[in-house]
């Protein structure tokens, strides 16, 4: 079992910066891969990062490429999801997930762990 906590949201004007941390506890993190999804009302959850256990790779969106950068610090337990250069329609809630497999990291039900989720806002 793995719990994932996720951290760091608030508001912030576009153009602005937020690194969001997904924190986990339970079975040896470094061996799950990570995903960064997002969600608004009334809309399916949508992909925006991901990267496979051991911080080999990383996958993203196409609306996020170049502005959002996804890592993690196996030794704190914890990815991150630096967003730079927002946009008001980053606005979204924020979540992780975590998975034992390296593929497929685009596909929400693919995921057996997810955090509660952070809220993000972001002001034109």
């Known amino acids: 079992q793995v719990q994932l906590v996720e951290s760091g949201g608030g508001s912030v004007q576009a153009g602005g910066s937020l690194r969001l941390s997904c924190a986990a506890s339970?079975?040896?993190?470094?061996?799950?891969?990570v995903g960064w999804f997002r969600q608004v009302p009334e809309k399916e959850r949508e992909f925006v990062a991901g990267?496979?256990?051991?911080?080999?790779?990383?996958y993203y969106a196409e609306s996020v490429k170049g502005r959002f950068t996804i890592s993690r610090d196996n030794a704190k337990n914890t990815v991150y999801l630096q967003m730079n250069s927002l946009k008001p329609e980053d606005t979204a809630g924020y979540y992780c997930?975590?998975?034992?497999?390296?593929?497929?990291?685009?596909?929400?039900?693919?995921?057996?762990?997810w955090g509660q989720g952070t809220q993000v806002t972001v002001t034109s």
């Open positions: 339970g079975r040896t993190f470094s061996s799950y891969s």
């Open positions: 997930a975590a998975k034992s497999s390296y593929y497929g990291l685009g596909l929400s039900n693919t995921y057996s762990f």
């Open positions: 990267i496979t256990w051991r911080g080999g790779t990383a």
